[in-house]
């Protein structure tokens, strides 16, 4: 099982970015796909889940409006469209996997995780 997460990196506050996780060893569709972020000193934070199934989107009212999820099942990648980004937005993000997963926001319950990529907005 492989997550790849990709797109951080460094933009003024106002910004946008577009995260990418591209995923293999596992069967894409039947997983709930999620971000989930944490800044220095800080715990792991959910930011967005896209459910199994369905495509039912889900995001922390700190990104509302602001960030989308998508996923791409024909190539087992998910997204995260990163839209007027803010320095509290600056996290480590991760892409994780959980199988038939509902809980969405519980860390706990995804299997799988990828490496992390670095989002760091300036102000």
């Known amino acids: 099982v492989q997550l790849q997460a990709s797109g951080g990196g460094l933009v003024q506050a106002g910004g946008s970015l577009r995260l990418s996780c591209t995923t293999s060893?596992?069967?894409?569709?039947?997983?709930?796909m999620a971000w989930f972020r944490q800044a220095p000193g800080k715990e792991r934070e959910f930011v967005s889940a896209i459910i199994w199934g369905a495509g039912e989107t889900w995001y922390a009212d700190s990104v509302k409006g602001r960030f989308a999820i998508s996923r791409n099942n024909a190539e087992s990648t998910v997204f995260l469209q990163m839209n007027s980004l803010k320095p509290e937005d600056t996290a480590i993000y991760y892409c994780?996997?959980?199988?038939?997963?509902?809980?969405?926001?519980?860390?706990?319950?995804?299997?799988?995780w990828g490496q992390g990529t670095q989002v760091t907005v300036s102000s």
């Open positions: 060893g596992f069967t894409f569709t039947s997983y709930t």
């Open positions: 994780a996997a959980g199988w038939r997963e509902t809980r969405y926001r519980d860390s706990r319950k995804y299997e799988y």
